[in-house]
């Protein structure tokens, strides 16, 4: 079986520039020295149980970059909140907010 070849340092940099994080924080998070990351980007391996860490502070697998066929990325979930003003919510869904909030005051009123 051919090796897949994979410079790991270069891909470490690449999601920690995506990630718009500097080499100190990614230090300081995973609990080593800039000397030691900087080490990483120069090499072709690296430690596993670094790599595990560097995993879970820039939420990305690394390991899977050793795989033939496997899928390089995590999902996210992201949730967020957006204010709109009584016009901008359709009449349908204005509706629907109205009867939970009567519903709601029902109760607290119980």
């Known amino acids: 079986m051919k090796r897949k070849r994979v410079c790991i340092g270069d891909i470490i940099k690449k999601k920690l520039s995506e990630r718009g994080m500097s080499i100190s924080e990614l230090a300081r998070l995973a609990s080593c020295s800039r000397g030691a990351l900087h080490g990483v980007f120069m ?21 899977s970059c050793f795989q033939e066929n496997e899928q390089k990325t995590i999902s996210r979930t992201y949730r967020f909140e957006i204010e709109l003003t009584e016009k901008e919510i359709p009449e349908e869904l204005m509706k629907k907010i109205q009867q939970q909030r009567r519903k709601e005051n029902d109760v607290v009123q119980k």
Not at 50 to 59: P, R
């Open 43 to 63: 090499k072709q391996s690296i430690n596993t149980n670094l790599l595990q860490i560097i995993s879970e502070v820039l939420e990305y697998d690394f390991f």
